[in-house]
């Protein structure tokens, strides 16, 4: 028992460490010291809706004669547009199929607890009735209303919070806007001039005319010190003390946080925060891109993100019409049927206390897990180590359906049916008394036959030497991010990265190593041990890394490794003595079963 309190405790001041110096802090890595009063309905809501609706929705990602992949509402920007020659956009814009009520019909069908939309982004065009600018849809549009009201009325109707993402300082419109520098001169833009006359009174009329608000969305902080971001965040506080404002204001004075554009953290965070993903590969509407993430693909994310604590915002962009993509209705509504049976184990729910299984992810709540059932083990009995607390039942989800189990020391193995109601993910609900363990940190990774593979990320592993984890963020298309965790600085033998397992199968295993190689570090040795076993590999070229271009990686197949026995074994990654250069940047290690 003091081994493993012991490993528990170190792992558990690993987790926190990396956190605390690795994860990227592109918008504010910290929120205000003081948590907001009105912070439960986030934290409980869990799955929000992001829509980006603009001019740039009515372009669809072709600026004259060019096509545009990655952020259409960026456009503007990518192709240099003349300021006065895209407001001519304005002119045309008239969405005659936008219809709030079928808006917020759809969200409520799909689950959705809140929703975010674009009151102003980065072209500087306002989507509401402002009388600060004549550049909105009332003024410069043939619309001539302002579908901002209808809609914050429609999501009150159906029970869904309202807020307004607000780009406070990026505006390619105004000459003191931030960003635009091929119509404007930087040096002769008075920042302050702009937060005085638009940023700040546009803030002020979304809180005041369009009544209680959730939330308001910030986005691209600049041009403000951190009193001024205070003293601006403090007027707007007067207006509505209730309303929840995102990390992006700036200077660690939001009430929650936001990570990067498609990012969720490796291991449960503390605090109220938020991912953030859109339903294809760009927020704008563009329209040739119909790469959208599948009903199973974003059940599975709302499940992970919901496992370590946060919530999920899956954004959807409506064309220049107002009306939204047919897959991203149909896909949502899906999601929103899962909901209706599982929603239990997402709203309302905390980080699970049981770390990731092979099996797939849990969150909890007082006296109950929830076991998301996302891979279902060949033999079908279901090991969830770690449950310390005494269970009365164990169900499926949605309906009373008791299952088979039996508890031990070590966990419980709960036996599944020949069939599961839904194979994206099907929901256990684990009923206990008295207290259950917190490990939710402790990553000792399950290695078992009955699953096609073990896959355990770097971020799981005990670092040594002047090994550490650094988060790479890089592009597909353009604003298209991605974000991977890797261990890098490994050198010398000493900067080892150890893996502790729980070997439940004996067996041969192939070892697979997932990783981005410098061309300098190519064809460097490295060496995996595990009790006594050693495999030798040198390392592969894999291309130099750029933010801007995918990282590419390689599941390097270094051989195989003989487990006699089940049990606990550290499986060891280090350079061989020697090198003079970093060996690779591991992503992950893959632990596949011989079959």
């Known amino acids: 028992m003091l081994r493993r309190t012991s490993l528990i405790l170190l792992l558990t001041c690993l987790f926190h460490y990396l956190r605390a110096q690795d994860m990227p802090d592109m918008w504010g890595s910290a929120t205000a010291k003081d948590a907001h009063p009105g912070l439960q309905w986030f934290r409980d809501a869990k799955f929000g809706l992001f829509i980006h609706w603009g001019l740039y929705s009515k372009l669809g990602g072709r600026w004259k004669d060019s096509s545009y992949y990655g952020s259409g509402e960026w456009i503007m920007n990518r192709a240099k547009a003349p300021a006065a020659v895209y407001a001519e956009v304005a002119r045309t814009f008239n969405p005659m199929g936008f219809n709030a009520a079928e808006w917020a019909a759809i969200a409520k069908e799909a689950g959705i607890r809140y929703m975010v939309v674009t009151a102003k982004h980065h072209e500087g065009f306002s989507m509401f009735d402002s009388k600060v600018t004549d550049f909105d849809i009332v003024d410069a549009s043939p619309y001539k209303k302002d579908p901002m009201k209808e809609l914050a009325r429609a999501c009150s109707q159906q029970g869904i919070h309202f807020g307004f993402y607000y780009s406070q300082f990026l505006d390619w419109h105004e000459p003191d806007g931030g960003g635009n520098d091929w119509d404007f001169n930087t040096k002769n833009k008075d920042y302050q001039r702009y937060y005085r006359t638009k940023s700040v009174p546009q803030l002020k009329e979304l809180l005041t005319n369009y009544g209680p608000l959730g939330l308001v969305w910030f986005d691209m902080p600049g041009g403000l010190t951190p009193a001024q971001t205070k003293q601006m965040i403090d007027s707007l506080r007067l207006l509505q003390p209730g309303c929840l404002f995102s990390s992006r204001v700036g200077h660690d004075l939001g009430d929650y946080r936001d990570f990067g554009d498609s990012e969720v953290p490796p291991v449960p965070i503390p605090g109220a925060w938020e991912s953030i993903f859109t339903h294809n590969d760009s927020w704008g509407y563009i329209q040739h891109d119909l790469n959208f993430k599948s009903p199973r693909e974003i059940i599975h994310l709302l499940s992970n993100v919901a496992s370590k604590g946060g919530n999920f915002m899956l954004n959807v962009g409506p064309d220049g019409n107002g009306e939204w993509p047919s897959y991203s209705i149909q896909y949502l509504k899906a999601v929103g049927k899962w909901l209706k049976v599982y929603g239990e184990s997402i709203y309302g729910t905390t980080y699970g206390l049981i770390p990731a299984q092979p099996w797939g992810v849990t969150t909890s709540k007082p006296g109950k897990l929830y076991l998301h059932v996302l891979q279902i083990p060949a033999n079908r009995q279901l090991r969830v180590p770690g449950v310390s607390a005494k ?58 036959n009955q699953y096609p593979q073990a896959e355990i990320p770097s971020v799981w592993a005990v670092y040594n030497g002047a090994a550490k984890n650094k988060v790479f963020t890089y592009s597909h298309y353009f604003g298209d991010w991605k974000h991977d965790n890797c261990a890098t600085g490994m050198t010398t033998p000493e900067d080892a990265l150890i893996f502790p397992l729980e070997v439940q199968d004996a067996g041969d295993y192939k070892i697979i190593l997932d990783y981005s190689c410098e061309p300098a570090s190519a064809t460097q040795q490295g060496l995996v041990t595990l009790n006594g076993q050693r495999l030798p590999f040198l390392t592969l070229n894999t291309g130099t890394f750029s933010s801007n271009k995918p990282m590419m990686f390689i599941q390097h197949a270094v051989g195989i490794m003989h487990i006699d026995k089940a049990g606990k074994q550290n499986l060891t990654i280090k350079p061989a003595a020697g090198n003079n250069k970093e060996l690779f940047r591991l992503r992950k290690v893959i632990l596949q079963p011989v079959q």
């Not at 009365?392 to 419980?412: A, C, D, F, R, Y």
């Not at 929901?427 to 008295?434: A, D, H, W």
């Open 391 to 448: 269970v009365s039942t164990v169900k499926m989800l949605g309906g009373n359906t008791s299952l088979t189990w039996k508890q031990s020391p070590e966990g419980i193995i709960i036996q599944l049916p020949v069939t599961l109601p839904d194979t994206r993910n099907t929901v256990l609900v684990l009923e206990y008394s008295g207290k259950q363990q917190d490990l939710s940190q402790l990553r000792t990774q399950t290695v078992s």
